[in-house]
C-alpha cells in the first residue's frame, strides 16, 4: 500500500471517526447525561455542607459544549488510529473486503480496549469512587487495556501461526479461547474496585454502565460502517458503466 492510499484511508478514518462520534453523541446525551445528573443529585444530597465546591464550569455547558468536544475530538482521534491500524493489517490478516476488514477491526477494537477492560473496571457516574484512590483506579483500568490489546495482538498472531497446520476455522477457536484463558488470568491477578457508596441507586448505577457500552457500540460500529464504505470506494472503485462512459465527456 503506498504512501497516497495510506493518506487517503488516513483522512477517511478521521471523517468516519467524526461522524461515529455525531452519533456516539446524540447516545450520549439522551441516554448518558440523564444518569449523570442523577447522579449528580444523589452526591450533592449526601455531601455535607463544607464539601460542595464552587462549580468552574456549569452542568449546563458540561453536558453539551463540554460533551462534544470531548466525543467528537475522541472520535476524530481514534478514526485516524483505527485507520492505520487498518493500513497495516488489510491483507496481513486473511483475506477479507475492504467493508468486511473494516467491521471486523472495529468489532475487535470494541471488545479489546472497551468491552474487556470494562467488564474488570466498568465505568462509574459520578459519585462513585473514592477521589483517593482515582490514581489508582486509572491506572489499574489502563493497565488492563494495555493487557487486552497485547493478548489481542498475541491471539492474532497464533491464529495466523495454526491456520495453515489446523485449519482457519480451529485455529480461530483456538486463539479465541487461548485469548479468553489469558484474560481470564488477568482477571484473578488484578486487583478488583468496588467503591460503590452505600445508598447509591443501583438501577442508576447499572442503567448508566449500560448507556456507557451502548456510547461505545455506537462509535465503534458507526465507524466500522462509515470507513467501511468509504474504502471500498477508494480500495474497489465501481468501473463506469457503458452508458456512463459513452457519456463521459472525452478529455482532450
Not at 471523517?15 to 452519533?23: E, K, P, Q
Not at 490514581?135 to 501461526?161: E, P
Not at 485455529?171 to 489469558?182: H, I, K, S
Request: include cysteine; proline fraction near 6%; glycine fraction near 8%.
Amino acid at each position: 500500500m503506498n504512501s497516497a492510499t495510506v493518506r487517503n484511508l488516513l483522512v477517511r478514518g478521521m471523517l468516519a471517526g467524526l461522524t461515529a462520534g455525531v452519533l456516539a453523541l446524540v447516545v450520549a446525551y439522551f441516554l448518558g447525561e440523564p444518569y449523570v445528573d442523577k447522579a449528580i443529585g444523589f452526591e450533592e444530597t449526601h455531601a455535607s455542607a463544607h464539601e460542595h465546591e464552587v462549580e468552574l464550569v456549569s452542568r449546563s455547558l458540561q453536558s453539551t459544549a463540554g460533551l462534544a468536544t470531548g466525543v467528537l475530538i475522541y472520535g476524530i482521534a481514534f478514526g485516524g488510529i483505527a485507520a492505520l491500524a487498518y493500513c497495516f493489517l488489510l491483507g496481513r490478516v486473511g483475506r477479507f473486503a475492504p467493508r468486511a476488514a473494516a467491521l471486523l477491526l472495529s468489532a475487535c477494537a470494541l471488545a479489546a480496549v472497551y468491552v474487556v477492560p470494562f467488564l474488570k473496571y466498568p465505568a462509574n457516574p459520578p459519585a462513585v469512587g473514592n477521589p483517593d484512590t482515582i490514581g489508582k483506579r486509572t491506572t489499574l483500568y489502563f493497565l488492563m487495556i494495555v493487557l487486552s490489546v497485547l493478548l489481542a495482538v498475541a491471539a492474532t498472531l497464533l491464529g495466523k501461526r495454526l491456520a495453515p497446520k489446523l485449519g482457519a476455522w480451529y485455529a480461530t477457536v483456538t486463539a479465541v479461547v487461548a485469548f479468553a484463558l489469558a484474560i481470564g488470568l488477568a482477571f484473578a491477578f488484578l486487583p478488583a474496585v468496588n467503591e460503590v457508596p452505600s445508598g447509591f441507586p443501583a438501577t442508576v448505577l447499572w442503567r448508566f454502565r449500560l448507556s456507557a457500552l451502548a456510547i461505545q457500540a455506537t462509535l465503534w460500529g458507526g465507524f466500522g460502517l462509515v470507513f467501511g464504505e468509504l474504502a471500498e470506494r477508494l480500495l474497489n472503485p465501481r468501473p463506469l458503466s457503458a452508458a456512463a462512459a459513452v457519456a463521459a465527456p472525452s478529455r482532450p
